[in-house]
């Protein structure tokens, strides 16, 4: 089955500088990449998403990058501000509904001043 | 507002006790899922419901089982429950694949 790689577990950065999270997938098939943020001791909350037939999406300070070559998909959070700490998780699926997400195992981001 | 709700959201049980934790969507989404979260290991994928009564078992269904009598209610249960499954877990709701799943608050349940 599909396997998620989140490759950073940890990221400090300072107000206003870009985070940057990595991940890698191993099924060629997904087509499907969400990105996920869960702050302490709360649920998961949708961010973005990128689907397979684009290569970049943005949402205000959100950039989604995928590489289908690569299978490499990366979350870009800019101008970071203090309300974007929490742990972020990358996922994968296809477009088979029996596959469900297949989750990285978080990065926690600290936005320090 | 969009919404699923999961109860209880804390529970502790004693090793061999059965334990039901419910899940429900006001949003009328065909498929719901239950994932478990653990330290270390992320989220993992117990079981999916694609609609009443049609359930297929996700990456992690072994010592669980599930039930959905109706679209939006989604049950996990845990017969003979084992230390080993204490853990948060959590429901989710999609309209289909390739669409936002939705997440409930979580329960965290400990089996002593």
């Known amino acids: 089955g599909e396997k998620v790689e989140q490759h950073e577990s940890t990221l400090s950065v300072r107000e206003g500088d870009s985070a940057v999270i990595n991940c890698t997938y191993t099924d060629t098939a997904s087509s499907y990449f969400p990105w996920y943020k869960q702050e302490a001791g709360k649920s998961l909350h949708f961010v973005i998403d990128i689907r397979s037939n684009v290569d970049r999406k943005q949402s205000q300070r959100l950039i989604v990058l995928l590489d289908k070559k690569a299978k490499r998909f990366s979350l870009h959070i800019t101008a970071t501000q203090p309300e974007d700490s929490a742990i972020y998780f990358c996922?994968?699926?296809?477009?088979?509904?029996?596959?469900?997400?297949?989750f990285g195992l978080g990065t926690r981001v600290s936005v320090f001043p | 507002d969009m919404k699923v709700t999961q109860m209880p959201r804390y529970l502790i049980k004693r090793m061999g006790e059965n334990v039901l934790l419910e899940c429900g969507q006001d949003m009328s989404h065909e498929t719901m899922y239950w994932y478990r979260q653990d330290p270390g290991l992320g989220l993992q994928l117990i079981y999916i419901s694609y609609d009443v009564d049609s359930n297929s078992e996700g990456d992690i269904p072994k010592g669980y089982r599930v039930s959905r009598k109706k679209r939006e209610h989604f049950s996990l249960i845990l017969d003979s429950a084992k230390t080993n499954q204490t853990s948060v877990y959590f429901c989710a709701s999609t309209q289909g694949a390739g669409d936002e799943q939705y997440f409930g608050p979580g329960t965290r349940l400990t089996v002593l």
């Open positions: 996922a994968a699926s296809g477009n088979n509904y029996a596959q469900g997400l297949t």
